[in-house]
């Protein structure tokens, strides 16, 4: 008679747990995206917005491209994925930060950051709209909350002087843009490469823009320093390239709503990062205006309770 094998003979594979890098790509996203407001308010003072933009799309996109080249990638993108990328450089890029950049002339940059982060619930409108996402009471709830927030916020800034209304206007047309492409992203859901996806975009922006840029205001008016080289870099490498390169990535892991849901810690952030840098003075009442659209948000984004499964013996 054989003999069995012996339990203890019998080797057992332990799973290991894999690393959840999630947290730490969502946590350098937030800071590349908050003190995105500083370096651009910085950017703003010794350069023309759009000139600026200009020069900053078209350099991350040829260094995006480039590099793809020299790694020899595979162009893995229809014609289709490409045009759509080009159409979300347009809303992401020119439109987004163009509006953004000109509304930072004259607005700071913590409320500035702070108007943007309201951009979740907005998302979660147009997301039940478009992309049949459910609008539950719930959500209705925290979308007034939100908007109240921003709005009291706006009018506070607007009432004591501190920032002018033509560039909260900005701002507001420059939170609408990002807004319209989170949601095309999701609703046209290009596919292939977001390396690549996110060189065209950034040269589709900077295309878009330099017209403009070249129209609207003069070389000349830039004023060479090196805060302006520090900003332009940063803005670059860690806002055009890797910051969008995670929004993308978060966007297709997370989705829509919870992946904008992000954007409530900006205002924290770029406040803080604003009072440390830029030495921007933080009234007590933009710090109550935070409270409804943090709860806001929370209601928006918080998934439904799921209904207890009942075990079966």
């Known amino acids: 008679m054989s003999s069995a094998s012996s339990p203890a003979a019998t080797s057992v594979s332990v799973p290991r747990t894999r690393f959840n890098a999630l947290p730490l790509l969502i946590a350098l996203f937030c800071l590349l995206w908050s003190y995105a407001f500083v370096a651009g308010k910085i950017g703003v003072t010794d350069?023309?917005?759009?000139?600026?933009?200009?020069?900053?799309?078209?350099?991350?996109?040829?260094?995006i491209l480039g590099i793809s080249l020299l790694r020899r990638d595979q162009w893995d993108l229809t014609w289709r994925d490409a045009a759509v990328f080009a159409v979300l450089g347009v809303a992401n890029n020119a439109l987004y930060l163009g509006l953004g950049y000109t509304g930072l002339k004259t607005v700071s940059a913590g409320p500035g950051a702070l108007i943007v982060s309201a951009n979740p619930v907005f998302t979660a409108m147009?997301?039940?709209m478009f992309l049949g996402e459910t609008m539950t009471l719930r959500k209705v709830v925290g979308l007034v909350l939100g908007i109240a927030g921003v709005a009291f916020i706006v009018w506070h800034r607007m009432k004591v002087g501190t920032d002018s209304p033509h560039g909260?206007?900005?701002?507001?047309?420059?939170?609408?843009?990002?807004?319209?492409?989170?949601v095309l992203f999701k609703l046209l859901a290009p596919k292939g490469s977001l390396w690549i996806g996110n060189g065209i975009q950034n040269i589709a922006g900077g295309l878009a823009v330099?017209?403009?840029?070249?129209?609207?205001?003069?070389?000349?008016?830039i004023v060479p320093?090196?805060?302006?080289?520090?900003?332009?870099?940063?803005?670059v490498l860690g806002g055009s390239i890797l910051a969008y390169l995670l929004w993308f990535h978060l966007l297709k892991v997370c989705g829509a709503t919870a992946a904008s849901a992000y954007h409530f810690l900006m205002p924290p952030l770029g406040m803080l990062f604003a009072y440390l840098v830029l030495g921007e003075h933080v009234e007590f009442r933009d710090l109550l205006g935070i409270i409804p659209v943090a709860l806001g948000i929370y209601l928006v984004t918080?998934?439904?309770?799921?209904?207890?499964?009942?075990?079966?013996?």
């Open 47 to 63: 350069c023309p917005p759009l000139i600026l933009l200009a020069a900053r799309f078209s350099l991350a996109g040829v260094l």
């Open 168 to 182: 909260i206007l900005f701002t507001l047309a420059s939170l609408a843009s990002i807004v319209a492409g989170t």
């Open 302 to 313: 918080r998934p439904a309770a799921a209904s207890p499964k009942r075990s079966v013996t």
């Open 210 to 221: 330099m017209p403009f840029a070249f129209t609207l205001s003069s070389v000349g008016d």
């Open 225 to 235: 320093s090196m805060r302006l080289a520090g900003a332009f870099a940063f803005l």
């Open 126 to 128: 147009l997301a039940a």
